[in-house]
């Protein structure tokens, strides 16, 4: 009888240590400042500069760009320019039409490291490596402009470092504004220009996605 009796004990009490340990691991703790989180983003700037070319050195550029965002502290995605502006045709022999534009744009890796990226007011250092084309092309009074053709173009190379300033508004929205530096190989356009596309261009941006994926939360049964 002694016998039974120990053995039912042992097989309670071991039963109560179970559901009680089971009881314990339906209440999680995650701590948020080690859990690795994800993002991804579309992302639309205007940046404004001044070329140093022939003619008028106003020039617009938009860029696109999708990027994967790690932790909230690198971004690695790809970037696309393009820009354009527009001087008064000081070559009417190899231009039709008053104006001349320069059109071009280009295409790179995008990468950008991210300081205070939880906070509302963050710091990224973005830099874009890649290559592009730029030409010129001359327009009638109609404002339109003659056929586009590839040998019309010239190639160039460009790395584009920056700094810009994040306004975290939500964990879908963001918005920048920098400053970024283009170095660019040479482009050769004879019998009108020659020369680079150097120079600084600040703007605004704006991205729109998800930044922090994959966050965990503490979690429990009520049942």
């Known amino acids: 009888m002694n016998r039974i009796i120990t053995i039912l004990f042992v097989l ?19 701590d948020d400042r080690k859990n690795v989180v994800h993002g991804v983003y579309l992302g639309f700037n205007v940046h404004y500069a001044q070329l140093d070319t022939r003619g008028e050195k106003e020039t617009a550029f938009v860029n696109l760009k999708l990027a994967y965002v790690a932790n909230q502290k690198m971004e690695v995605g790809i970037g696309i320019t393009g820009f354009f502006n527009e001087r008064p045709n000081d070559r009417p022999d190899l231009f039709n039409g008053d104006k001349v534009a320069l059109l071009g744009g280009y295409v790179g890796l995008h990468l950008e490291p991210i300081l205070f990226g939880k906070r509302f007011i963050s710091v990224s250092f973005p830099v874009l490596v890649g290559g592009g084309a730029v030409g010129y092309f001359g327009n009638s009074f109609t404002d339109e402009y003659e056929d586009i053709k590839e040998e019309d173009f010239d190639e160039f190379f460009i790395v584009e470092p920056g700094i810009n300033i994040l306004y975290n508004f939500s964990r879908f929205t963001q918005l920048e504004t920098g400053i970024r530096y283009r170095f660019t190989s040479d ?11 150097n120079g600084f261009s600040v703007g605004v941006g704006l991205k729109l996605g998800i930044f922090n994926m994959g966050r965990k939360k503490k979690v429990k049964d009520n049942f």
């Open 12 to 30: 309670i009490t071991t039963y109560s240590s179970f559901a009680q340990k089971k009881e314990s691991n339906e209440y999680v703790e995650f």
């Open 187 to 197: 482009y050769n356009l004879p019998p009108y220009d020659s020369g680079n596309l």
